[in-house]
């Protein structure tokens, strides 16, 4: 009866994407763009950048974004 039986998989919300949609569309875009710029902006870098402004990401979860291990995808 119980054979198979398996934990449900938790998927946790991409708190990129989370701001990417509350964003404006500017500011969306430069959010976005700086995503995609880590030659510029390193995880630590926009983390430190964004919370400053009072907006709260951690380092890793631009990581897991960058790295497409969150679950954008």
């Known amino acids: 009866m119980l054979e198979g ?3 449900p998989v938790r998927v946790f919300p991409c708190r990129v994407r989370t701001l ?3 964003f404006d569309e500017s500011d969306a875009r430069i959010f976005t763009e700086a995503l995609g710029n880590q030659d510029v902006w390193s995880n630590h ?3 430190a950048a964004l919370t400053k402004r009072g907006v709260p990401i951690s380092e890793k979860a631009i990581r897991k974004h960058r790295s497409g291990l969150c ?3």
Do not use: F, Y
């Open 5 to 7: 039986m398996t934990p």
């Open 20 to 22: 990417t949609s509350e």
């Open 45 to 47: 870098q926009l983390s």
């Open 71 to 73: 679950s954008c995808k």
